[in-house]
């Protein structure tokens, strides 16, 4: 195959036009700086972001390379099919419930990260802990959106992977560092626009391709494979559950969601940002599902595809560009290529900023340096941008583990974080001794629930767990299990610490982590009696 140099000229095209944009909305950021903190323009840009801003970069935030690619590839499968499609409804019902229980008491507190409560509850140490998990969860996420970019670069326009993955990176990395979330929402702002109408352009000349029989009829007939429609076994029925509460609670207590939502104007805004985003991920989708089930119609020999069909070549996560290129004309099928690459981008700068936010302000200004000024926290956070942003590039190479890596930090969030943010925010009761107990026993549960993917074999296993291909799989919702057993663990261990130091069943000194604030009163008595004395023999000395 030779080198796609219209495509090629193409994507370079993009490439310049969004880092334009970048550089704009930085320069627009700095004329907004005025009489405003640096820090909150580069986190939550200013709070100043209308609500048709917001909808759009909320919505590309969820709506990458991933989605549509991931939607797509699922209706594909046989062994999936459309009935396992669950990020669309997942994500949408996300949005929903995160505005109507979250988004308020974030919002109106004006914190800055979905860290602040955590760290305003919890403290600085199980703070500095409960960060790890999404901040590996960031890093992973935009080391696989490079790598899934730079396969689909390769097979599409014959370049190296490798240069796909490195111009992509610095590109994201520079206009994310120049303009902080202003670069990030106006270019999501145009990458939506571009995503949009790329793939519904591209849409009708799938449907009409010679080698493509109806969708219609392949939904529930046999064809090429199995109907696209796809069904739902018995056995399998705890697995989509478990990936499907996952998807709606899992999706919440991320710093790429409360970033879009924490920069609007006043709460209301916020709310109606998150409600309005999560009809926009969930008809997003259409356009991939209609992709996906245009490749489950098409017999792939009548192209120049060749014999074998993308499933039997081990391509089937490469379907949409695929579809693109080989059942649209040339000029159509370009403009689709920009709309992967706009997709990827739009994730990719999110991840980015999300980690490096969360680094600069709770663990650099609230642990590392408490003195910090502001301008000392904007170049911390510049720093960590191009460390965890090189960082992921490099992992990109490894594509297959760095997707599983990412899997298993993505259930660590909602096996760890989800419940601790619940709780955070909604039962102030709990304390630092629940919210320690919760951690322990949500990370080990995970951990001995295996990973597959990762060639972790369990060490619990849980009803319904089976061999499948010489690799045990856990078919029970165990990730919904965890998480509401983290959950209650911080409830009830934060109920007895309280009562048994209360009781005095345990010696207050005994209260490292001062949630009665015996400590602190105690020390305070203390001065307060060392400075009386000192003035009483002050005084007799006075008198004598």
Partial sequence: MALNIPGLVSL???????????????????????????????????????????????????????????????????????LWVQAPVGFALSLIIGGFFFVNQMRSKNYMTVMDPLQETYGNVMGSLLFIPPLLGEVF??????????????????????????????????????????????????????????LWVCIPFALMNSATESIYYTATHQSHQDPWIGKIEKQYLGRWLDDFFYLVLGSIPWQTYFQRVLSAASPGQARLISYLSGLGCFSMAIPSVII????????????????????????????????????????????????????????????????????????????????????????????????????????AFYSSSVYDLWFLSGDLVYALLFPQLCCALFAPSTNTYGSAAGFLVGLLLRLMAGEPALGIPPIICYPACCLLNDTYSQLFPFKTFIMLLTLGTIVVVSYMATALFQRNLIPRRWDVCNIMGGTSTLMSLQQMEKQMGSSVVALEENQA
């Fill in 292 to 395: 996906g089930a245009v490749a489950a119609s098409t017999d792939w020999n009548q192209t120049s595809y060749g014999l074998l069909s993308p499933l039997e070549r081990g391509e089937s996560a490469m379907v949409l560009p695929l579809v693109l290129h080989y059942l649209c004309p040339a000029y159509i099928s370009i403009v689709g290529l920009g709309a992967i690459a706009a997709a990827a981008m739009s994730s990719a700068d999110s991840a980015l900023l999300s980690a490096s936010s969360m680094f600069a302000h709770n663990i650099y200004r609230k642990i590392l340096r408490k003195e910090a000024t502001d301008t000392e926290v904007l170049w911390a956070m510049r720093i960590s941008m191009l460390v965890f942003g090189a960082g992921a590039a490099g992992l």
């Fill in 141 to 198: 996420w935009f080391a696989a959106i490079l790598a899934s970019l730079g396969a689909t670069m390769r097979v599409v326009l014959n370049i190296s992977g490798s240069l796909a993955i490195i111009v992509s990176a610095c590109t994201v990395i520079l206009y994310t560092l120049l303009g902080g979330l202003y670069s990030v929402a106006y270019t999501d702002v145009i990458q939506l626009i571009f995503i949009t109408l790329s």
């Fill in 12 to 82: 370079s095209v993009f490439f310049m036009l969004t880092l334009a944009i970048g550089i704009w909305a930085s320069w627009k950021s700095k004329k907004d700086q005025r009489n405003r903190n640096p820090t909150e323009m580069a986190i939550v840009g200013g709070r100043n972001i209308n609500v048709f801003i917001g909808l759009f970069t909320a919505t590309a935030t969820w709506v990458g390379g991933a989605y549509i690619n991931g939607t797509a590839e699922i209706v594909y499968l046989p062994s999936k099919g459309l």
